[in-house]
């Protein structure tokens, strides 16, 4: 069946041009040397051509069913944890059982397309496992079970892991909303080995200079009944505490409490290290860094609201999570305090429609306090857009549109993690006013509205940072849903916090008026890659980039150089992970012949999590295995995976049949044929003396 992009009663007229063409070369003409045969077949071969060639401008196209056979997927994921190159097995993962998994993998990918997985400090693609992954996150690989393949025919799910997982979720709940097989390979050695270990570290992450702060170490000891060992704590590298600590049974556990005092600015990095005992399996789990900011003094924030709503609770409770924050929540008809006790301030849904609230907001613009703009359905939009908070709203109805939110990559103001970054597009959406939206210049967009499956350029989260102060806004009605949703798919609430913390980090920073910014974190996990963010400004305080940044991170002597890339009209640069340590950084830049400079430390903390929990749980293992009607195999026997597989006869190729349209210009036979008609007509011609 075929159509054509024009009506078919142009076929007719194709036709005719056809025949009229060839009725004009060889009917009624004076060409005696032709036979009526050959003229006739020439003619008629004339016609076709000509009549496909306007057949062809036409553009017709064939509609035809096509049936595709897609074969089962089969998921492999193979946990790459560092806890499996510990124990008494990991001469076996690292020898034998890779050459097992290879050949599993090739027998799987003759009948089965194969996806594989590892699973470790991220999910990422990968077939070959060399277990030096710092963290486990066993639930993220069902989570991408069910976003990606959820209309894909998967045959079956085959986890390889020890069943220890240290961050995520429970994947035993993730799993149960799957409805493929899981075949799980028991991992790992369920023995408990002689080991002394610091189990868990509790501390304040922020303190306050001037005052004492607890640091809580959990020692644990399994088999060493009668032993006894040392606990030091050094700060930087000088020793401030010692204690010793008998282990009076096989299982022993301490707490040990102790109290420093917060007597500098600036970050404090202690080092906890219990002395090794002869026979431990490992000595990665004798030691511990922990960071504690100390902070001249807490800034406080007034949250000022026009009527009760769940935000002003979901935002005062974020920041409540920070101890650098004190947080006070006034009713806007009932706010007495004075405004030049608060370093930042937050308006929900001021100013309103009832309530200008002039006295306040004139008072927060002559001391220059930074604020967090919340608007809603009940901001007079005519009175904020007199503010100049950086972004001016026209509503031409009273209507709103519900928008999700879309990361914009090209933010620069302050960084954002990949997992927020990640949890954006899933978030549910808010209430944004319909009508048109203008940015100002000082102003940076960190999140643009969605609109169903539009993305637009309408701001819905908006930094601002003018001469004279900072701003934010938030234009949507409804960011409380964003912590529910948060605390609801991921047991905690975050990276909506994170982001509310970036938030008023923003806002906090004193105007530098500094011609060159270097902005980076001053603690980097040592599975993270350090990244630094660089701005370069002119007179006019107008972003360049055309000259290079340079930097030079050092440590113990050794010089490490390092060139920043240009980001829009800012820098940035990834490092890439560092070895756990203290280091000193400089960046350079010269501009207009001028030399600028910044400089500063970071230290990269060790992450310990897979040396706390040796044990496997091969429980979790059998559990997995039994949602689905699955298998758990020890790890010696991954050939009777496949063969497992193979029995099942619910794990079947499926047809699809789908309509598709192919247009007969691609066609290369159409072609031929019209080349044919017309080498025949040639030599017909010339066999007969025709010119």
């Given at each position: 069946?075929f ?5 078919l009663?142009f076929l007719?007229?194709c ?6 063409y060839?009725?004009?070369?060889y009917?009624?003409t004076?060409k005696?040397e032709?036979p009526?045969?050959?003229k006739?077949v020439?003619?008629v071969?004339?016609?076709l051509v000509?009549?496909?060639?306007a057949?062809?401008l ?7 069913i096509?049936k595709?056979v897609?074969k089962?997927i089969i ?8 806890s499996?190159a510990?124990?008494k097995?990991s001469?076996f993962?690292k020898?034998?059982f890779?050459n ?7 027998n ?12 470790g400090d991220?999910l ?13 996150n066993?639930s993220?690989?069902?989570e991408?079970v069910?976003?990606v393949?959820a209309n894909r025919?998967v045959g ?7 069943g220890?997982?240290?961050t995520g ?15 799980t390979v028991a991992m790992?050695?369920?023995a408990v080995?002689?080991?002394i270990?610091i189990?868990?570290?509790?501390h ?9 702060f607890?640091?809580?170490?959990l020692?644990?000891?399994n088999k060493f ?13 000088t020793?401030?505490?010692e ?8 299982n022993?556990?301490e707490w040990?409490r102790v ?14 290290r ?5 026979g431990?399996i490992t ?9 504690v900011e100390?902070i001249?003094?807490r ?9 009760p709503?769940p935000d002003v609770?979901?935002i005062?409770?974020?920041?409540e999570?920070?101890n ?9 008809n009932k ?5 030049n006790?608060y370093e930042?301030?937050v308006?929900h ?5 009832k309530n ?9 613009k002559?001391?220059n306090?930074?604020v ?11 009175a ?5 908070a ?6 031409g109805k ?7 939110a879309a ?9 954002i993690?990949?997992?927020l970054?990640?949890l954006f ?5 808010v ?7 203008k940015?100002?210049?000082?102003a940076a967009?960190l999140?643009?509205?969605?609109i169903?499956a ?5 701001p819905?989260f908006v ?13 949507g009605?409804g ?5 529910m949703?948060n605390?609801?798919f991921?047991n905690k609430?975050d990276?909506f ?7 008023f980090?923003?806002?906090s ?10 902005n980076g974190?001053t ?5 993270e890659?350090v ?5 370069l400004?002119?007179?006019?305080y ?14 113990d002597g ?5 060139t920043f ?12 992970s ?6 000193q950084w400089?960046a350079?830049?010269t501009y ?6 910044k400089?500063?430390?970071?230290s990269?903390?060790r992450?310990n999590?897979e040396?706390?929990n040796l044990v ?5 293992m ?10 758990c195999?020890p790890d010696?026997s991954l050939n009777?995976?496949y063969k497992t597989?193979?029995?099942n006869e619910n794990?079947?190729s499926v047809?699809h049949y789908?309509k ?8 290369v036979?159409?072609?031929l044929l019209i080349?044919t008609f017309?080498?025949a007509?040639?030599v017909?011609r010339k066999w007969?003396?025709?010119?």
């Amino acid at each position: 069946m075929f159509s054509t992009e024009y009506s078919l009663w142009f076929l007719p007229l194709c036709l005719l041009l056809g025949a009229g063409y060839a009725a004009i070369l060889y009917v009624r003409t004076d060409k005696p040397e032709l036979p009526l045969w050959v003229k006739r077949v020439a003619f008629v071969a004339r016609m076709l051509v000509v009549f496909l060639l306007a057949f062809l401008l036409l553009n017709p196209i064939v509609k035809h069913i096509a049936k595709e056979v897609e074969k089962p997927i089969i998921l492999v994921g193979i946990d790459n944890s560092s806890s499996l190159a510990i124990g008494k097995k990991s001469g076996f993962y690292k020898g034998d059982f890779q050459n097992e998994l290879q050949n599993l993998l090739k027998n799987l990918e003759k009948d089965y397309t194969v996806e594989a997985y590892l699973l470790g400090d991220s999910l990422r693609e990968g077939k070959h496992a060399d277990f030096s992954d710092k963290q486990t996150n066993l639930s993220a690989f069902f989570e991408q079970v069910e976003a990606v393949y959820a209309n894909r025919n998967v045959g079956g799910i085959v986890l390889l892991s020890d069943g220890i997982f240290n961050t995520g979720s429970d994947p035993y709940y993730i799993a149960g909303n799957l409805k493929h097989p899981v075949y799980t390979v028991a991992m790992g050695d369920t023995a408990v080995h002689k080991d002394i270990l610091i189990a868990k570290v509790n501390h304040n992450k922020t303190v306050y200079r001037g005052n004492a702060f607890p640091l809580e170490v959990l020692v644990n000891a399994n088999k060493f009944s009668g032993k006894s060992t040392q606990l030091k704590i050094f700060r930087d590298s000088t020793l401030v505490y010692e204690k010793a600590i008998a282990f009076k049974s096989d299982n022993y556990s301490e707490w040990v409490r102790v109290n420093f005092d917060a007597d500098k600015s600036g970050l404090l990095h202690y080092r906890i290290r219990l002395e090794a005992l002869e026979g431990e399996i490992t000595q990665d789990n004798n030691s511990k860094d922990v960071f504690v900011e100390v902070i001249d003094q807490r800034k406080k924030i007034a949250i000022i609201y026009n009527s009760p709503h769940p935000d002003v609770g979901a935002i005062s409770r974020a920041l409540e999570q920070n101890n650098a924050y004190q947080v006070d929540v006034f009713a806007v008809n009932k706010f007495t305090a004075k405004l030049n006790d608060y370093e930042m301030a937050v308006l929900h849904q001021l100013p309103s429609v009832k309530n200008p609230a002039i006295p306040i907001i004139n008072e927060i613009k002559q001391l220059n306090i930074p604020v967090f703009y919340i608007l809603g359905q009940q901001t007079n939009y005519a009175a904020f857009n007199g503010l100049n908070a950086g972004v001016q709203i026209t509503v031409g109805k009273e209507m709103t549109n519900d928008a999700f939110a879309a990361y914009n990559q090209n933010f620069a103001s302050f960084s954002i993690s990949a997992t927020l970054q990640q949890l954006f597009p899933n978030l549910p959406p808010v209430k944004v006013p319909f009508g048109t939206f203008k940015v100002s210049p000082s102003a940076a967009t960190l999140l643009h509205q969605k609109i169903g499956a539009v993305s637009t350029s309408y701001p819905l989260f908006v930094c601002n940072q003018d001469a004279t102060s900072r701003s934010v806004i938030f234009l949507g009605d409804g960011l409380w849903r964003w912590r529910m949703y948060n605390y609801l798919f991921e047991n905690k609430t975050d990276d909506f916090d994170e982001l509310i913390s970036k938030t008023f980090q923003f806002l906090s920073i004193k105007a530098d008026r500094s011609l060159f910014r270097v902005n980076g974190k001053t603690v980097y996990a040592e599975n993270e890659p350090v990244r630094f963010d660089a701005e370069l400004y002119n007179q006019n305080y107008e972003l360049v980039n055309e000259p290079e940044v340079l930097m030079t991170i050092s440590k113990d002597g050794k010089n490490y150089p390092f060139t920043f890339s240009r980001s829009f009209k800012s820098y940035e640069l990834n490092i890439g992970s560092f070895a756990q340590g203290d280091y000193q950084w400089v960046a350079t830049t010269t501009y207009n012949n001028e030399k600028h400079s910044k400089s500063g430390h970071f230290s990269v903390q060790r992450i310990n999590l897979e040396a706390i929990n040796l044990v496997a749980d091969h429980q979790l293992m059998h559990n997995l295995a039994a949602l689905n009607n699955g298998k758990c195999f020890p790890d010696d026997s991954l050939n009777n995976i496949y063969k497992t597989i193979k029995e099942n006869e619910n794990i079947k190729s499926v047809a699809h049949y789908n309509k598709k349209f192919t247009s007969l210009l691609d066609n290369v036979w159409l072609m031929l044929l019209i080349f044919t008609f017309l080498a025949a007509e040639w030599v017909l011609r010339k066999w007969s003396g025709g010119y």
